[in-house]
């Protein structure tokens, strides 16, 4: 529908006349509504209707003085990246790493610091970061458009600095204060979802050795950053469609690539036979 008084944001007017107030949550649901509506294929008109609804949505949360945290900044990242505005894509990213600044004499009277970046992408304000760890979600979205755009210079920079990232810790933990030494063995903030992203960009950057090495040396190494994340059957999905399927298929020599999908398929029945089972059942092995 589009933005304004009536549809999905009429429903906040009759929230608040039922007596019930908008939260975070309700501005994250429509967030990601209008975010799905910027899919490929769709009219120009259904674009342009989706964009100002996320800004129309921003500007009500505004208003109610809800923040945006980091889970909205995410959605917002996967909308800039359908819309194909990669330097959006870049600015979120790189303000979800640096969190919001330090506050500061010269801080406006919305607490954000006054030479801090602008504009920011469809909003004005800083995200209000409770933790200092970017959200999983976002780490697996900037994977993706990283692979998608074929930038593998970045894609090696952003993962090593996921993989440095020490884990989240709860608060009230044994081990939550900010100041305490982190293990050199210790897991990284680095999930399976992030790496299977990783692993599928490396493909499409023109690197499938390397991929494969990754899911056979690393993931679920011990010791090693990826240490927590064991290949799935959606690792081996995601490996073997796309060594087959990859873009440069026709540019390398198909003796060795064959040869390569040939030598991961024999490692994963081998090393996880049940992951690779569910991984067969899947249809889209039929069509491989």
């Not at 059957?233 to 873009?247: C, D, E, I, N, S």
Request: proline share 7%; glycine share 8%.
């Amino acid at each position: 529908d589009p933005p304004g008084g009536g549809g999905l944001l009429g429903c906040l007017a009759d929230m608040r006349a039922a007596g019930a107030r908008p939260n975070a949550v309700t501005y994250l649901v429509l967030l990601d509504h209008y975010a799905d509506a910027l899919v490929d294929g769709s009219g120009e008109a259904s674009r342009v209707d989706a964009d100002k609804g996320l800004n129309a949505v921003l500007e009500v949360m505004d208003r109610d003085r809800v923040p945006t945290t980091e889970r909205h900044w995410t959605v917002l990242m996967r909308a800039a990246w359908r819309r194909g505005d990669f330097s959006r894509v870049d600015q979120i990213w790189d303000l979800l790493k640096r969190g919001p600044p330090p506050a500061t004499a010269d801080a406006d009277a919305d607490g954000a610091a006054a030479d801090s970046d602008a504009p920011l992408p469809y909003a004005t304000e800083q995200p209000s970061l409770r933790r200092w760890r970017v959200p999983e979600a976002a780490a697996s979205v900037y994977l993706d458009t990283l692979g998608f755009r074929r930038d593998l210079d970045r894609l090696e920079a952003e993962f090593a600095w996921l993989a440095r990232m020490p884990p989240r810790r709860d608060a009230g933990s044994a081990t939550a204060s900010s100041t305490a030494p982190v293990a050199a063995a210790a897991p990284s903030v680095l999930t399976e979802n992030a790496c299977n992203s990783y692993v599928q960009a490396l493909i499409a950057c023109g690197r499938p050795a390397a991929a494969v090495a990754f899911v056979t040396d690393q993931m679920g190494r011990r010791g090693s950053p990826t240490e927590r994340c064991i290949p799935s059957a959606k690792t081996l999905r995601t490996v073997v469609l796309g060594l087959l399927h990859r873009p440069d298929a026709a540019a390398v020599d198909a003796d060795g690539a064959a040869d390569l999908t040939r030598g991961f398929c024999r490692w994963a029945r081998a090393a996880l036979p049940g992951q690779w089972a569910v991984a067969m059942g899947n249809p889209a092995f039929a069509d491989a």
